[in-house]
């Protein structure tokens, strides 16, 4: 043990080695008695830094200089940004470079780490732990989910077996029925030729007692009535009835059965954090003083335009007044073309997240996914018809829909063919929406999560939130306007704008997330009634009289 560092003894001070330390300087690191202080400081080549020794700092463990071994590196190069010993600094190959204090630089660099832990602690790593709780949750809920789908399919198979079941009892039953005939019209005919042979038994009979009795009075007054039994009876004739099976086709099976989509498992890019100091926003697109028509796309629709959805920033779907849904580019191409299902004309058109076309078929009363130019049956209401549809960020469908009866309305969210959301009432228990099943209710939902939807003939923009609570209520602005306001189509755009389509006059309505007027879009529209945003904030309006889609740049 040291001499001088025993626990027996008194702490000496590093220069004179001969009298109990008081200060500290924590440049040099050297403990200092009160009497080489001064001598200390008398070096002014270092801004000496001498505390009170309680006072002091924990030391830094300076490292050892590579270069030269009785060295420590004390000083810090800004050029090379290492720490370097003084005769580095001086004599070595960081002669000339910039240094500072190593101490100094020691405290900025703590300070940045501090930093770091802090938000590792607290925001980062929480992060972690929330997702894997998430994940942990969804493991959880697996079972139950593919249980119920599992049990859904058992039930759907009940449901088949006992069609089938009603069906064959139905063909038993018409095939005793067939039988009892069968056996009846056999019966009647048995005692119709019965009944005759029973007259001729008597005629033969009666033919011998004549012959035999000599009776030339009998003899003489017999009428022959061989020709009339020489006409055979007729004879029933029974085609036995077949069953003919029809060949079971396993693609209508499977399609009767229910569509199934295929998993989907996707590794999305992580989102990442931004720093505590950042601002969680999107890049700031301002309106444009002017907003100019950049293409013109023909649908060919020959009389109403109704509906248009961006596949991409050069391909859009469109709905017409017709069974033919049409895929075409800005030079008004026909991509591609699909009939619906039964021929009914669709409500509405949307793309998903997947870039598969839904549509709603409100006579038939489904909403209808196409995957791969194939159309599956994905919702079958019972008492109510869908009209519009959207697609959300979280790849839910959001679905307008009016009762039977054409007393309620009411948005749902799917998940899948699975309902996980109705709104319909206010606060109050008051209907949200109005009811005329005749009338459109397009819908979209905001950047923020509200759910947006243009009520024809309320003559209003309807925003609720997320959880279905109602926001505001949009009736239209008394500038640039003719006729009161009547919403057609609605969308949203990055910035939260609410955009929707005022027929009578002609133009589009911007409004700020929270309902406020921002502006119009004229661009000399004719009826605007559809309308879209593609990824990069560029407009689609369907103006339903020319039939033809404007692409618009506003931002």
């Known amino acids: 043990m040291h ?19 008081q200060s500290h300087c924590e440049l040099c690191n050297i403990n200092l008695c009160k009497a080489c202080v001064g001598e200390h400081l008398s070096d002014t080549s270092k801004d000496h830094k001498v505390v009170p020794f309680l006072r002091r700092k924990a030391t830094p463990n300076h490292p050892k200089c590579p270069d030269h071994a009785d060295k420590h590196c004390e000083i810090y190069c800004e050029k090379c940004d290492i720490p370097v010993c003084s005769t580095c600094a001086l004599f070595g190959k960081h002669k000339g470079h910039d240094v500072s204090n190593i101490l100094e630089k020691l405290g900025a660099k703590t300070e940045s780490l501090q930093k770091d832990l802090k938000e590792l602690e607290t925001r980062i790593y929480l992060r972690y732990e929330e997702m894997v709780s998430n994940v942990e949750t969804e493991k959880t809920e697996l079972e139950t989910n593919y249980g119920k ?72 007054t017999y009428k022959s009535r061989n020709s009339e039994f ?5 004879k029933v004739r029974v085609t036995l009835p077949s069953l003919f099976p029809q060949k079971i086709n396993k693609d209508q099976l499977n399609e009767m059965f229910g569509f199934l989509p295929p998993l989907s ?13 950042a601002v969680s926003s999107p890049p700031v697109k301002p309106l444009l003083d002017e907003p100019r028509v950049t293409a013109t796309i023909d649908t060919g629709y020959r009389h109403r335009l109704y509906s248009v959805s961006c596949l991409s920033e050069d391909q859009v779907w469109t709905r017409g007044d017709n069974k033919t849904m049409k895929l075409l580019n800005l030079q008004s191409k026909l991509l591609t073309s699909i009939q619906t299902k039964l021929g009914n004309i669709p409500r509405d058109i949307a793309v998903t997240r997947d870039g598969d076309l839904v549509y709603t078929d409100s006579i038939n009363k489904t909403v209808n996914l196409i995957k791969n130019k194939q159309i599956h049956t994905v919702i079958t209401l019972q008492g109510w018809r869908p ?43 008051l209907p949200l929406y109005s009811s005329d099943p005749l009338t459109p209710k397009y819908i979209s939902e ?10 024809y003939v309320a003559r209003a923009v309807v925003v609720v939130n997320q959880s279905g609570k109602l926001q505001f209520r949009y009736t239209g602005h008394p500038s640039n306007t003719k006729q009161s306001f009547r919403p057609a189509d609605i969308t949203t755009d990055s910035q939260s704008h609410i955009l929707t389509a005022d027929l009578d006059n002609h ?9 406020h007027f921002l502006r119009y879009i004229h661009c000399h529209l004719r009826c605007p009634w559809g309308l879209c945003v593609d990824i990069r904030d560029n407009l689609f309006v369907a103006e339903c009289v020319t039939a033809k889609v404007k692409k618009i740049q506003y931002l």
């Open 230 to 234: 020489r006409t055979l009876p007729p």
């Open 507 to 515: 133009c589009i309505h911007i409004l700020d997330q929270d309902g």
């Open 149 to 220: 789908l599992t049990t859904d399919a058992d039930e759907q198979g009940e449901v088949l077996h006992r069609e089938i079941t009603v069906i064959v009892n139905q063909r038993k039953s018409a095939i005793a029925e067939m039988k009892t005939k069968h056996l009846d019209a056999l019966n009647k005919n048995t005692d119709e030729i019965t009944q005759k042979m029973a007259e001729l038994k008597q005629i033969m009979s009666d033919l011998k007692s004549i012959l035999k009795s000599n009776d030339v009075s009998l003899t003489s």
């Open 387 to 429: 009209f519009n549809v959207c697609c959300t960020a979280a790849n839910d469908l959001l679905v307008t829909m009016v009762s039977d009866d054409r007393k309620q309305c009411k948005v749902v969210r799917y998940s899948g063919s699975t309902q996980t959301q109705s709104i319909q009432f206010d606060d109050q228990g």
């Open 3 to 21: 001499p001088r560092r025993s626990a027996q003894e008194v702490v000496l001070c590093d220069l004179c080695e001969t009298v109990p330390l």
């Open 265 to 277: 498992i996707n590794t999305e890019h992580g989102d990442t954090m931004k720093s505590a100091e």
């Open 446 to 455: 905001n950047r923020n999560l509200d759910i947006c939807v243009a009520d």
